[in-house]
């Protein structure tokens, strides 16, 4: 592509939003960068002082999400790509939360992108060009023990995603719901609100802790390629999970579930309907 495209990405400060941020910056595009924590995108400012605008959002917030939307839009002219980034970890067992923890979560991960697609979708549909990325998770569409709230907002998040993407396809916008899998982010430290445990967990949580290891994941800079190539696709894909364990993961999870359905069949067929 010929033409520098203008990005908008919540959640740019750190993690996959900067890593997407560098990116599209090293490939001559213009971005809009939000986060509630602006700092530490000041190297980046500098680096690139015409083409990277700033602007602090907290996506929980409507009001304030349709204000930077405005001035993002208006920042460059247009927006090309629209990432929906920013994300939280609510971390603990379904029973363990409080109320205040579990609409917080939803609050950013789920309303929050919901506030920002309302507000970008009218821009899109006007210049009759545009691609939304809705970061969801490769664990969307299912629950896990201990992060069962991330997965559901993540899940919510993609169900939206769909109906979107059905909605605003005849004005020549496109939707991708992009699953990452595990990357080296600060989502499980910084991002992370933790329940207090209940001692009838702690054999589970220690299996849990077992099984994930101390491995932080890859780096999230080796996930923006994959997103450059995704953006530059005249016709992408409505879902793209990221990282080649969590394909094989979620194709064993796919797989597991269908083969549940057909070994139940019988049951399912003695209701009508």
Do not use: C
């Not at 939307?69 to 927006?79: C, M, N, P, S």
């Not at 029973?95 to 979560?105: F, L, N, V």
Request: proline share 5%; glycine share 10%; net charge negative.
């Amino acid at each position: 592509m010929t033409t520098a495209r203008v990005w908008f990405i919540t959640g740019a400060s750190r993690g996959l939003g900067r890593a997407f941020a560098e990116a599209a910056l090293a490939a001559g595009d213009r971005v809009v960068a939000a986060a509630r924590d602006l700092d530490p995108l000041a190297d980046l400012a500098a680096a690139h002082p015409d083409s990277l605008v700033r602007l602090t959002l907290d996506v929980s917030d409507r009001a304030a999400v349709r204000k930077v939307v405005d001035q993002a839009a208006a920042a460059f002219g247009r927006l090309d790509v629209v990432v929906n980034n920013a994300g939280v970890m609510l971390l603990g067992m379904v029973e363990e939360a409080t109320e205040e923890q579990i609409r917080a979560h939803f609050d950013v991960n789920f309303f929050g992108a919901v506030w920002v697609a309302q507000a970008v979708v009218p821009y899109l549909r006007a210049q009759g060009s545009g691609h939304i990325l809705q970061i969801t998770s490769m664990g969307a569409g299912g629950g896990f023990a201990s992060v069962g709230f991330y997965s559901a907002s993540k899940t919510a998040l993609d169900s939206v995603s769909e109906a979107l993407a059905m909605e605003v396809a005849p004005f020549g916008v496109k939707v991708t719901i992009v699953g990452p899998g595990g990357y080296g982010t600060d989502l499980f430290t910084r991002g992370t609100t933790m329940t207090e445990p209940r001692p009838e967990y702690e054999s589970l949580r220690a299996r849990l802790a077992e099984m994930w290891g101390e491995d932080a994941g890859p780096d999230p800079s080796t996930a923006a390629p994959v997103i450059m190539e995704l953006v530059d696709l005249a016709e992408p894909p409505l879902r793209l999970i990221v990282g080649g364990a969590s394909y094989d993961l979620v194709q064993q999870k796919e797989q597991a579930r269908a083969e549940e359905y057909r070994a139940w069949e019988h049951l399912s067929r003695k209701a009508p309907g």
